[in-house]
């Protein structure tokens, strides 16, 4: 299986804030990385597929680059909407598997 | 706009078989590459894909649970059955469907539409 790990695990920003968060993968996996946004109680919401493209009525402050083994998400400014845990996810090869995410605190 | 709604116990015995029905809507089913797939969740922790239904019936499974796990459709009633064998208290989570969309030019597969999930509690 790949293996998809998160950097850092949380971390507490405030509003405005420019946030990056890091995805590393076990092996290369090209451009087949996706990012989640989850807010508590809720499910899942796609934001980023492909490694870059932003999924249809995401804000523009999102943005996720990369390619290989390493991917960021970055928030270009934090808003209080954006309270939540985010997780990569890999689609190159089954089983398709997730990073243990990262929770996104406002100071 | 695809909806999907999970349905099932909210608890389970241990050694018991789990079976979850996601019921769909907003898309046909019928292109190539689309797929419903489980996933969970346990309190606390990292997403867990277990498996999905092609468009065309395939499935793929995890191997970690491939032996206890089956996944059905039924495209006139809208639905995707999981069915999970043997189940134990770290079955525990938040089980949820999500439909899977694929780019044809490049290969890209991602989960755009998801479930509220539903919980499931394995305890005697």
């Known amino acids: 299986d790949i293996q998809m790990a998160q950097s850092p695990s949380s971390l507490s920003a405030s509003l405005g804030d420019r946030v990056t968060i890091t995805c590393r993968s076990s092996?290369?996996?090209?451009?087949?990385l996706n990012w989640y946004q989850q807010k508590v109680g809720e499910a899942p919401k796609l934001l980023i597929y492909a490694a870059t493209t932003l999924q249809t009525g995401v804000p523009s402050r999102f943005s996720g680059s990369g390619s290989g083994t390493e991917f960021t998400l970055t928030i270009s400014s934090l808003q209080p909407e954006d309270l939540a845990t985010y997780s990569c996810q890999q689609s190159y090869t089954t089983p398709w598997t997730f990073g243990p995410g990262t929770k996104v605190e406002i100071k | 706009q695809i909806t999907l709604k999970e349905s099932g116990p909210t608890l389970v015995k241990p050694t018991q078989t789990l079976t979850l029905t996601c019921n769909f809507s907003g898309f046909a089913f019928d292109t190539r590459g689309e797929g419903v797939a489980w996933i969970r969740q346990p309190p606390g922790k990292a997403l867990e894909w277990l498996t999905l239904?092609?468009?065309?019936?395939?499935?793929r499974f995890s191997p970690s649970h491939q032996s206890r796990l089956n996944i059905a459709r039924d495209t006139s009633r809208k639905q995707v059955v999981l069915t999970m064998t043997n189940m134990d208290p770290v079955d525990t989570g938040t089980y949820f469907c999500?439909?899977?969309?694929?780019?044809?030019?490049?290969?890209?597969?991602?989960?755009?539409?998801w479930g509220q999930g539903t919980r499931v509690t394995v305890s005697s």
């Open positions: 999500s439909h899977m969309s694929y780019t044809f030019s490049s290969g890209y597969r991602y989960f755009d539409s």
């Open positions: 092996q290369s996996i090209s451009k087949y």
């Open positions: 239904i092609y468009y065309n019936g395939e499935k």
